[in-house]
């Protein structure tokens, strides 16, 4: 038996889950809210991560969810020194997300010394996306410099959800065609043909797509060049408003 923690460290919450492996035996459950946050308790994820490693003993190894993995990850990693500074240069693509995944993974690592971390990322079950699907109608240079492309994210959801829609339908997933949905704070659908994923909502980071709890998703890139040159709103002030103060939020 193998006593693996599995960690999500969202932009302001910590969510995690404990089994009991290889059985899938769930042995506790929780989250902390409001991280950082006006009036909450809990300062940083690394404060919340020590009140949550003092309830759990005997951890054998932990699964980190990470939102943003570029190109390079293709499947889960076994976290060392260069997969840290992959995630640290990713930090700028889902800034909602990978700092507090970062911080979640370094916390761990000083507390926890000497156990293994996975990390998992979002970004890993739309690696298949063919170029027709990924590639943006900018310069082509854009891409092959920049890396300019869609990413699609939430794939640890749309593949999970895909391969149970397989086995209730009692198909081969590689002989099943779906369109998955992963509704949240954050929400996005993808294409499954023969069990992979060849198009999806998310893009370039996770703000594109969908209109969510707090993110804009699809706007006219034209709003973006007019807040900042009409409105004479700084490109930070932009972001936030987008990331932050949009979606369901910004029409109520």
Known sequence: MNLILVINCGS????????????ERLLSKG?????????GAVKSHRQGLRILLQK???????????????????????????????IMSCGNLAPLHNPANLEGILACRDMLKGIRQVAVFDTAFHQTLPQKACIYGLPYSFYQKDKIRKYGFHGSSHEY?????AKRLTKDIAKVNLITCH????????????????????????????LMGTRSGDIDPAVVTYLIQKK????????????????????S
């Open 12 to 23: 302001s919450s910590i969510k995690y889950k404990f089994y009991a492996m290889p059985s």
């Open 31 to 39: 989250s902390i809210n409001t991280i950082g946050e006006k009036g």
């Open 56 to 86: 759990i003993n005997n951890i054998e190894a932990l699964g980190h969810r990470v939102v943003h993995g570029a190109e390079e990850f293709k499947e889960p990693a076994l976290i060392d020194r260069k997969v840290l500074r992959r």
């Open 161 to 165: 959800v895909a391969a149970e829609a």
């Open 183 to 210: 509704l949240g704070n954050g929400c996005s659908i993808t294409a499954i043909k023969n069990g992979k994923s060849v198009d999806t909502s998310m893009g370039f980071t996770p703000l594109e797509g969908l």
């Open 232 to 251: 004479k709103m700084p490109a930070a002030s932009v972001d936030t408003l987008l990331n932050k103060e949009s979606g369901l939020k910004g029409v």
